[in-house]
């Protein structure tokens, strides 16, 4: 499976992005999904993911009710809707696919990483 994220940018806190993670390869709608993120200076880390189906998502507390997570199985996408952003979203982010049973919230459960798009809040 080969990812790749998109839909980064400078926005001002307030403001809303929606990054998308296209992936290509066989399967995709078998695959576990998952975003993460990382500042400069810092580990990457969990922001959210959704099981194969699309039934579940789960996210990291910092996120919950801004972000939301969702899957296109027909179209090979996943998507992470963020709302009101702050500058401490400040971030790469990435997406990732893992082919175990999900969500899963840790980076060791995901086999597969794309590039990171770049997501930039001013204050």
């Known amino acids: 499976v080969q990812l790749q994220a998109c839909g980064g940018g400078l926005v001002q806190a307030g403001d809303s992005l929606r990054l998308s993670c296209a992936a290509s390869?066989?399967?995709?709608?078998?695959?576990?999904m998952g975003w993460f993120r990382q500042a400069p200076g810092k580990e990457r880390e969990f922001v959210a993911a959704?099981?194969?189906?699309?039934?579940?998502?789960y996210y990291v507390d910092f996120v919950k009710g801004r972000f939301t997570m969702s899957r296109d199985n027909a179209e090979n996408t996943v998507y992470l809707q963020m709302n009101s952003l702050k500058p401490e979203d400040t971030a790469v982010y990435f997406c990732?696919?893992?082919?175990?049973?999900?969500?899963?919230?840790?980076?060791?459960?995901?086999?597969?990483w794309g590039r990171g798009t770049q997501v930039t809040v001013s204050s």
């Open positions: 959704v099981t194969w189906s699309g039934g579940s998502t």
């Open positions: 990732a696919a893992g082919s175990l049973a999900g969500p899963g919230t840790t980076k060791a459960f995901y086999e597969y």
């Open positions: 390869g066989r399967s995709f709608s078998s695959y576990a």
